[in-house]
């Protein structure tokens, strides 16, 4: 009595999809992606940000030209750069330059704050006119203080959601 094996399924069939995975991996923010250095995630951050009559290059030279006081520092996590500026004893002030998805932002902030408060600072302040970053601010689980102000952006006065974190 002859038997017949059942030829196996080809194993591509069993293998997920791997676009599918990579999607669902970068919607959650989990896609580790390449790390770039903080030139290219600051040039990919403001790419659609800039104030009009401004160029990437011109915006670099002010950015280079600010981090030649000892004050001011550029710190990068994963792939979001943040400068920092020491406005007072053990109180800095943020800017935050990011390529990354929310929740992969999310981790990047509160290992910024992790690093500040090792290097003894005790207060960060940062303001944003974009509302997501009160969604992120309140996920974080850390004790930041959301209000209102006006702040300049470019030539003209913009609402904007002002954040305080203390360490």
Known sequence: MATTAQAAPPLASKMPDVGVLDTIKKSRGEDEGKTMNALQ????SMANQLPPGVTMDTFLRKLATAL?????????IGNSAFMLTLVGDGVVQFHTFSA???????KNYLGLAKLLKNQGIKKATT???RPEFVDLAKKSGLPVKIGQS??????????????????
């Open 127 to 129: 303001y944003s006119d």
């Open 150 to 167: 006006q702040k300049m952006m470019g030539k003209e006065m913009k609402p904007v959601y002002t954040f305080e974190l203390d360490l």
């Open 100 to 106: 990354e998805q929310p929740q992969k932002l999310l």
């Open 68 to 76: 030649q006081d000892p004050n001011n520092k550029l710190v990068q």
């Open 41 to 44: 995630v600051v040039q990919t």
